[in-house]
């Protein structure tokens, strides 16, 4: 890794008091190591003119699925990682429902050689809870945490009953990120809604009482043992009122940009590409879920990046898989919403960086101050460019967002005071690094 000095120069920083000034940032051995709003001055620097862009800390992308290994012809950790270097995300969460499953020690360390091999942002994975691997569970390191499908899972990833779950809470303490839909539910209005080839019956065979379902007991098993607890993509109003008004102080939840942004009039016009888990919902639910994540109800954003290939998606409900790609288009599709006075840069930026490390317990990340790793993104908030299926690197080459006119695109991004991305150009050779996590 290059030790070269780096200065940020002249650029619009965001502190961390969630106020911005025009100043520099110096980074050292992938460090920052000064802010200022005089001009720094040193020897042997390379400077990055930065006047009229916004510094950001990196995105942290909390939960992605990049398919590698067993099912890279969707997505691998190089693709997926060159596409997070263009959407400024810094740093993946990643999942366990790859072949084989990440359910043992052997295989997380399989996938941490392969991040170290090939990807160009930081990384850290998931465990993925079975009925049966509570020891590995409990032992297997480093990680992120413990993902439980509770629901739109099948095989050995599948718990979905109460006297599988409650072992897992009980034991251990880390932290338990739950897929939160009701298996016995959705397999009941699978056979209601039999033989409709409309995808749009998706978000009404995974409907909001499913998820429901699955939360409450998720909460129940929670407070019944004080178990750290974080809700992945949360998708329905009622889901939201009911953590409004029960929310221990040790459990997060999160929304992808999908379930704000978009819902089920997407159907008409998406078809399949619009098919994810948990489903989309009714426009209603996009200004309650809005309304939950700026009141600090939810607590951050994920993208749920979930690829696969447009034959695949072709193939007509109910045989289509669902999941959408993400990780390139969410911070200036978030960017655009903050420009357009739904939020701000200072509360996108929270949302995206700074609570997911701290939810994760992410030593050095998250912040544009001194003793952080220069983990950045320089963005461009003043012009607008549409979403073009030709410049996507995710591997599946498609986006539910294309033709969105977007603001707050990457111009720059650097993993460890490397630039791994720069106006349009990778730099393939740059390596992140594996994630701790204070446990």
Same mark, same amino acid.
């Given at each position: 890794?290059?030790?070269?000095?780096?200065?940020?120069?002249?650029?619009?920083?965001?502190?961390?008091?969630? #106020?911005?000034f =025009?100043?520099?940032?110096?980074?050292?051995? &992938?460090?920052?190591? *000064?802010?200022?709003?005089?001009?720094?001055?040193?020897?042997?620097? $390379?400077?990055?003119?930065?006047?009229?862009?916004?510094?950001?800390? &990196?995105?942290?992308?909390?939960?992605?699925?990049?398919?590698?290994?067993?099912?890279?012809?969707? !997505?691998?950790?190089?693709?997926?990682?060159?596409?997070?270097?263009?959407?400024?995300?810094?740093?993946?969460?990643?999942?366990?429902? $790859?072949?084989?499953?990440?359910?043992?020690?052997?295989?997380?360390?399989? =996938?941490?050689?392969?991040?170290?091999?090939?990807?160009?942002v930081? @990384?850290?994975?998931?465990?993925?809870?079975?009925?049966?691997?509570?020891? /590995?569970?409990? !032992?297997?390191?480093?990680?992120?945490?413990?993902?439980?499908?509770?629901?739109?899972?099948?095989?050995?990833?599948?718990?979905?009953?109460?006297?599988?779950?409650?072992?897992?809470?009980?034991?251990?303490?880390?932290?338990?990120?739950?897929?939160?839909? /009701?298996?016995?539910?959705?397999l #009941?209005?699978?056979?209601?809604?039999?033989?409709?080839?409309?995808p749009?019956?998706?978000?009404?065979?995974?409907?909001?009482?499913?998820?429901?379902?699955?939360?409450?007991?998720?909460?129940?098993?929670?407070?019944?043992?004080?178990?750290?607890?974080?809700?992945?993509?949360?998708?329905?109003?009622?889901?939201?009122d009911?953590?409004? #008004?029960? =929310?221990?102080?040790?459990?997060t939840?999160?929304?992808?940009?999908?379930?704000?942004?978009?819902?089920?009039?997407?159907y008409?016009?998406?078809?399949?590409?619009a098919?994810?888990?948990?489903?989309?919902?009714?426009?209603?639910?996009?200004?309650?879920? %809005?309304?939950?994540?700026? /009141?600090?109800?939810?607590?951050?954003?994920?993208? /749920?990046?979930?690829?696969?290939?447009? *034959? *695949?998606?072709a193939?007509? @409900?109910?045989?289509?898989?669902?999941?959408?790609?993400?990780? +390139?288009?969410?911070?200036?599709?978030?960017l $655009?919403?903050?420009?357009?006075?739904?939020?701000?840069?200072?509360?996108?930026?929270? %949302?995206?960086? $700074?609570?997911?490390?701290?939810?994760?317990?992410?030593?050095?990340?998250?912040?544009?101050?001194?003793? @952080?790793?220069?983990?950045?993104?320089?963005?461009?908030?003043d012009?607008y460019?549409?979403?073009?299926? +030709?410049?996507?690197?995710? =591997?599946?080459? %498609?986006?539910?967002?294309?033709? %969105?006119?977007?603001?707050?695109?990457?111009?720059?991004?650097?993993?460890?005071g490397?630039?791994?991305?720069?106006?349009?150009?990778? @730099?393939?050779?740059?390596?992140?690094?594996?994630?701790?996590?204070?446990?």
């Open positions: 890794m290059s030790t070269e000095p780096l200065l940020i120069r002249q650029a619009r920083i965001l502190l961390p008091s969630g #106020e911005f =025009k100043g520099d940032v110096l980074v050292r051995n &992938g460090k920052i190591v *000064e802010v200022a709003s005089e001009i720094i001055n040193g020897d042997s620097l $390379t400077i990055i003119d930065a006047t009229g862009l916004t510094l950001l800390p &990196g995105v942290i992308d909390p939960q992605v699925h990049f398919r590698e290994p067993g099912l890279e012809h969707k !997505e691998d950790l190089f693709t997926a990682s060159c596409a997070c270097a263009k959407g400024g995300v810094t740093s993946f969460l990643e999942m366990p429902n $790859t072949i084989p499953l990440t359910t043992t020690q052997s295989a997380l360390d399989d =996938k941490l050689q392969r991040a170290q091999n090939k990807s160009l930081n @990384y850290g994975f998931f465990m993925g809870a079975t009925p049966e691997n509570l020891p /590995d569970l409990i !032992e297997a390191k480093p990680t992120c945490g413990i993902k439980i499908f509770m629901g739109s899972a099948h095989g050995a990833l599948l718990v979905s009953k109460e006297e599988d779950l409650d072992p897992i809470f009980a034991r251990g303490s880390r932290l338990i990120a739950v897929h939160a839909e /009701d298996q016995a539910r959705i #009941e209005r699978r056979r209601q809604f039999a033989g409709i080839t409309d749009a019956i998706h978000s009404q065979i995974q409907d909001e009482q499913a998820a429901l379902n699955a939360t409450q007991l998720a909460l129940k098993l929670s407070k019944k043992y004080q178990r750290r607890l974080h809700i992945l993509h949360l998708s329905t109003g009622i889901e939201a009911l953590l409004r #008004e029960d =929310k221990p102080s040790w459990v939840a999160e929304v992808t940009p999908q379930h704000l942004l978009l819902n089920t009039e997407a008409a016009s998406l078809g399949t590409l098919q994810m888990n948990p489903p989309l919902r009714s426009p209603e639910n996009n200004q309650v879920l %809005w309304q939950a994540l700026l /009141d600090g109800v939810i607590d951050f954003i994920a993208t /749920d990046h979930a690829p696969h290939t447009l *034959e *695949e998606k193939k007509g @409900y109910p045989h289509t898989p669902s999941g959408m790609p993400g990780v +390139e288009t969410s911070l200036p599709l978030m $655009t919403q903050a420009v357009a006075g739904q939020c701000t840069v200072a509360q996108v930026s929270t %949302w995206m960086s $700074t609570a997911v490390a701290r939810a994760y317990k992410i030593p050095n990340k998250g912040l544009i101050a001194p003793g @952080y790793d220069a983990d950045l993104v320089l963005v461009d908030l012009t460019c549409p979403v073009i299926r +030709e410049d996507l690197k995710t =591997k599946c080459g %498609w986006s539910p967002f294309e033709g %969105w006119n977007l603001t707050g695109w990457p111009v720059i991004t650097l993993v460890g490397q630039i791994v991305y720069e106006r349009g150009k990778l @730099y393939p050779q740059v390596r992140g690094k594996a994630l701790t996590f204070d446990e």
